[in-house]
């Protein structure tokens, strides 16, 4: 069996040593190539598994820490966070070729485009669109000391730590100069708010980074790809979350491949109405919200960044990556004009 990114019989020794529960294992196929983290489902012959492992190359210093994926759901189990059962991390890069862990296979549907989602009533998209913000504030709500996460990382001075973080993942992964990508940086450095409260964050939370249910009723049924949550401001969540939105009327929108268009089914909050449900459910203030989403629109661009550079190098796994490398200057331009000018 030759699946990209998994040495089969290894992972079958492996797994008949460290996770024998599961039964034998049977098959392995990836579920989806991703434009980070690569994800598989095994089907072992007592249950099914999803696996997760960093990408094939390029792999960025602190990106991708599988470690840190695993026991963060590790520590999220049984909490209000709905997030997939934990099973076992493998530190063992002899295995597959990379650290990687499996947890419970969810019968969930990770959804990111209208014909992705069907035809629900207008009721059912605009409620999963209103859970969507209040899985975001059970999340940013988590006791992170009473659930073992205390030390998960340093809240304190967050932001400025995440711009030099992103900025030097620009400078490894970047393939051309852009001036206005500097000037966006020094915006943002002069804009940065002060310390305030600390959360546990997701870091790429949007609806396809969550498996969900339509029928009976509309549900999240599990949080995933937590590679990027760490502690800190939580309304650099909601600017991300944001960020990803596809209003309708924003044309531009269509040019960022790696935002999807589900937000535009009828039905679905816009994004002031999100943003509203979650300052509601959650009891913050987000009058200072254009500074996160421009910070969100920074951080997507440097990821897109570093995935066009994966792509340059033929080490993505899947498709549509050919012309992802354009959404950059866009996502740059977006976030100037968050913060006040418009570059368009």
């Known amino acids: ?50 696996l997760r492992r960093p990408p094939l190359g390029h792999v960025l210093p602190t990106a991708h820490d599988m470690r840190r994926e695993f ?11 709905p997030v997939p059962e934990p099973v076992a991390f493998c530190a063992d890069e002899d295995v597959i070729g990379a650290p990687f862990y499996l947890m419970g296979h969810v019968e969930g549907e990770a959804v990111r485009t209208r014909d992705e989602l069907g035809t ?3 009721e059912d998209t605009r409620r999963l669109s209103e859970r969507l913000a209040e899985v975001l504030a059970a999340i940013h709500a988590v006791d992170y000391q009473e659930v073992g996460l205390g030390d998960f990382g340093r809240p304190d001075g967050y932001l400025a730590r995440q711009l030099d973080r992103w900025c030097q993942q620009w400078e490894r992964s970047k393939t051309a100069d852009l ?3 500097d000037r966006l940086v020094a915006r943002l450095r002069d804009r940065l708010p002060a310390s305030g409260e600390n ?51 924003d044309d531009e929108r269509a ?28 009891g913050r203030d987000i009058s200072d919200l254009g500074f996160y989403v421009a910070f ?26 050919d012309r992802i490398g354009s959404a950059v200057p866009t996502l740059i331009a977006r976030a100037h004009r968050m913060l006040g000018e418009d570059l368009s």
Do not use: C
Request: charged fraction near 20%; charge should be negative.
């Open 1 to 50: 069996m030759t699946v990209p990114g998994i040495d089969w019989p290894r992972l079958v020794a492996w797994m008949t040593e460290h996770v024998p529960a599961a039964g034998e294992p049977l098959s392995v196929s990836l579920i989806s190539g991703g434009k980070s983290n690569l994800t598989y489902l095994v089907e072992a012959r007592d249950r099914r598994l999803v």
């Open 71 to 81: 026991r963060v759901i590790s520590a999220l189990a049984g909490t209000p966070v």
């Open 120 to 122: 629900p009533s207008p």
């Open 179 to 181: 001036p206005e990508y």
């Open 199 to 249: 959360t546990l964050v997701h870091g790429d939370y949007r609806l396809d980074n969550t498996l969900v249910r339509l029928a009976p009723a509309p549900e999240i049924l599990a949080v995933v790809d937590w590679e990027m949550s760490t502690l800190g401001d939580p309304l650099a969540d909601l600017g991300l979350t944001l960020t990803y939105w596809h209003d309708p009327g």
């Open 255 to 282: 040019g960022i491949p790696v935002a999807g268009d589900v937000t535009l089914a009828p039905g679905f909050l816009n994004a002031a109405e999100f943003a509203a449900h979650y300052a509601k459910v959650s």
């Open 296 to 321: 969100g629109n920074f951080k997507l661009a440097v990821i897109v960044e570093g995935i066009h550079a994966r792509f340059r190098q033929g080490k993505t796994v899947g498709e549509g990556f």
